[in-house]
């Protein structure tokens, strides 16, 4: 029997010393040196009873190997390969401890493999069972704590994330303890601590978390290593949430600038995810162009890649955004469609990025008006998602957010306030500072103005400010959304100077954090001039409304809805003011004549 063995050599200390690419390239080839040791070497091994645990360790640390590549299905077919090796090799009557151990390892690996396709509860509950023998076994901690964090992990994508916290963060504690503060294994757990708080829209606790996080893995790995690339880029994504792109936009670019300069990574898929975080910095500023361009790069290069996972599915979906955003209305329709076509053909209707394409596609439909096919997407996503996750998760939420402001849009005010209601009086107390709550708030003060109720819409809007403020931050512009809701609330009450201040507030916010040519800037614009207007300062109206036109059509294009609709009412303004302009010479000759 031949059996393959790496062993790594020390980083040598002192005037010889490999830099950081170095080591990571040594790494990197090492990986592959591995995997091509490992194969040959099962190749060249007859298995035949007794079981050789060697042998063994070896298929299961293959098949381990080729899941950190993402080659889910080769390592797949290894972990199996090894459980019938136990089957064939061992006699379940004479089945020692070690050998049982050696099945609980292996239906960890097949669990967390086969989780997607079996579901996440079937994974939860065949994790926890070997957890619990695992235990009653007294195996070692370290392989506990294995099984802990594939718990962990699937319990992460299924949503379900207060149990998924609780679970990294003991997680954590014991890799602590056993290794120390600088250990890669506790910093991971870490990182994972803070993903799991952004996805709980905590991102504050987030920023802090995965800063500890950065300064630790930057003191025992270096600036340049891939884990703390990856807890920077987490870093970004966190910026952007919290609505502070350039800080965002700096990072991302400095974690590519990074890999640009490692050899091992510089093709990787890794690459293609942070710019795709590049792309969503220029969405959320409006330059839709160079969005679109940096997806169909990052699409193409997943092609070249042969790439076939969720980022597939998710980068056409982005592409749909871009094209959505535009006002290509049948482009992003397409490629929402090509995204779950290509999808639904190969996973399970619960798959998320499956989910996410038939979100975009009901906003699509949204936006032409087809509210009822809208809805009837939204309606199958929420029967997924309530046979996937608990009642009261923030991802069914979010669905219902979507549905109650369809219904707004179809002029049912009613149904949609008891959609908001619902979402609001059924939160967790953990999710009441999620971003979907409070826009679920915003949003109700919204319909309460159309309805005409301004005192409970400037109450809700006043809720929303304070909290947005307390857990975020007043840098984002859905904060200042609420300051342009409260206008509209003050020119509908006839306080047209505080209207005028808060549209004044609102367009400073957005030109500050966004930039000075973004759509929202152009849209406070037209709602200062509809408070002139109703003023009957039609010049000034006049201005305001052609600056919003002009800045409409530069941003968006000619043919996008917010021109368009401007440029229905812009008409009319300079009809008024040309009659008002002639009205007054016509009539003071009138009277002049009527007076002699």
């Keep these: 029997m031949v059996v393959a063995r790496l062993k790594l050599a020390p980083v040598p200390d002192g005037d010889n010393a490999m830099n950081e690419e170095e080591c990571h390239q040594d790494y990197r080839s090492g990986e592959q040196l591995a995997l091509m040791l490992f194969e040959q070497a099962l190749r060249d091994t007859e298995l035949t009873p007794p079981l050789d645990k060697d042998v063994l360790d070896m298929m299961n640390l293959l098949g381990a190997r080729l899941r950190r590549q993402e080659r889910h299905g080769e390592a797949l077919q290894w972990h199996m390969k090894a459980l019938g090796y136990i089957r064939m090799a061992s006699s379940p009557s004479r089945e020692t401890r070690d050998v049982e151990l050696k099945v609980l390892e292996t239906d960890?690996?097949?669990?967390?493999?086969?989780?997607?396709?079996?579901?996440?509860?079937?994974?939860?509950?065949?994790?926890?069972?070997?957890?619990?023998?695992q235990e009653a076994l007294g195996e070692r901690v370290i392989e506990m704590l294995e099984t802990r964090y594939a718990l962990a992990m699937v319990l992460f994508e299924a949503s379900s994330w207060p149990e998924a916290l609780q679970a990294f963060e003991m997680v954590q504690r014991t890799r602590l303890q056993e290794y120390g503060e600088c250990h890669p294994a506790t910093l991971e757990a870490g990182h994972r601590v803070g993903m799991v708080l952004v996805r709980m829209g905590r991102h504050k606790d987030a920023l802090n978390k995965q800063m500890e996080i950065l300064t630790l893995r930057t003191k025992a790995l270096g600036k340049s290593h891939p884990s703390t690339l990856d807890t920077m880029d987490g870093i970004a994504n966190i910026y952007e949430l919290l609505g502070r792109y350039d800080e965002a936009l700096s990072l991302y670019r400095h974690v590519l600038d990074k890999l640009a300069n490692n050899s091992a990574l510089i093709a990787s898929s890794w690459v293609l995810s942070v710019k795709s975080g590049v792309a969503d910095i220029h969405m959320r500023q409006a330059r839709y162009d160079v969005a679109l361009e940096i997806y169909s790069e990052v699409h193409e290069g997943l092609s070249n890649l042969d790439w076939t996972s969720d980022q597939t599915c998710l980068t056409l979906s982005n592409i749909g955004r871009a094209n959505r955003d535009m006002g290509y209305y049948t482009s992003a329709l397409g490629n929402f469609e090509r995204a779950i076509l290509e999808r639904g053909t190969k996973h399970g209707e619960g798959d998320v990025a499956l989910l996410v394409a038939k979100s975009g596609k009901a906003s699509v439909l949204e936006l032409q008006g087809r509210y009822n096919e809208a809805l009837q997407l939204h309606e199958e996503i929420l029967r997924i998602d309530l046979n996937a996750l608990d009642h009261d998760n923030i991802e069914i939420f979010r669905t219902v957010y979507y549905m109650?402001?369809?219904?707004?849009?179809?002029?049912?005010?009613?149904?949609?306030?008891?959609?908001?209601?619902?979402?609001?009086?059924?939160?967790?107390?953990?999710?009441?500072?999620?971003?979907?709550?409070?826009?679920?708030?915003?949003?109700?003060?919204?319909?309460?103005?159309?309805?005409?109720?301004?005192?409970?819409?400037?109450?809700?809007?006043?809720?929303?400010?304070k909290e947005w403020e307390r857990e975020h931050t007043r840098s984002h512009p859905e904060y200042y959304f609420a300051r342009y809701g409260i206008a509209r609330v003050y020119a509908q009450q006839g306080k047209y100077e505080r209207a005028l201040r808060s549209f004044k507030a609102a367009v400073n916010g957005w030109s500050t954090i966004l930039r000075p040519d973004h759509p929202f800037v152009f849209m406070g614009l037209?709602?200062?001039?509809?408070?002139?207007?109703?003023?009957?300062?039609?010049?000034?109206?006049?201005?305001?409304?052609?600056?919003?036109?002009?800045?409409?059509?530069?941003?968006?294009?000619?043919?996008?809805?917010?021109?368009?609709?401007?440029?229905?009412?812009?008409?009319?303004?300079?009809?008024?003011?040309?009659?008002?302009?002639?009205?007054?010479?016509?009539?003071?000759?009138?009277?002049?004549?009527?007076?002699?």
């Excluded at 097949?110 to 070997?130: I, P, S």
């Excluded at 809805?561 to 440029?567: D, E, I, M, V």
């Design 404 to 465: 109650g402001s369809i219904a707004a849009k179809q002029g049912r005010y009613r149904h949609a306030l008891r959609l908001f209601d619902h979402i609001m009086n059924n939160l967790k107390p953990g999710d009441r500072s999620h971003q979907v709550a409070l826009v679920t708030a915003r949003t109700k003060a919204d319909v309460l103005e159309q309805l005409g109720r301004c005192r409970k819409a400037l109450k809700v809007y006043s809720y929303f400010l």
């Design 108 to 133: 960890r690996h097949v669990a967390t493999l086969l989780a997607y396709h079996r579901g996440h509860d079937w994974a939860k509950e065949e994790l926890e069972r070997v957890l619990a023998r």
């Design 526 to 596: 037209e709602g200062q001039g509809s408070v002139r207007l109703q003023q009957g300062h039609l010049i000034e109206a006049c201005k305001l409304y052609k600056q919003a036109l002009r800045g409409y059509r530069a941003a968006l294009g000619d043919q996008h809805p917010w021109p368009l609709r401007t440029s229905r009412v812009f008409p009319g303004i300079v009809f008024r003011l040309v009659v008002r302009l002639f009205a007054v010479p016509v009539g003071f000759l009138c009277s002049w004549h009527l007076l002699r």
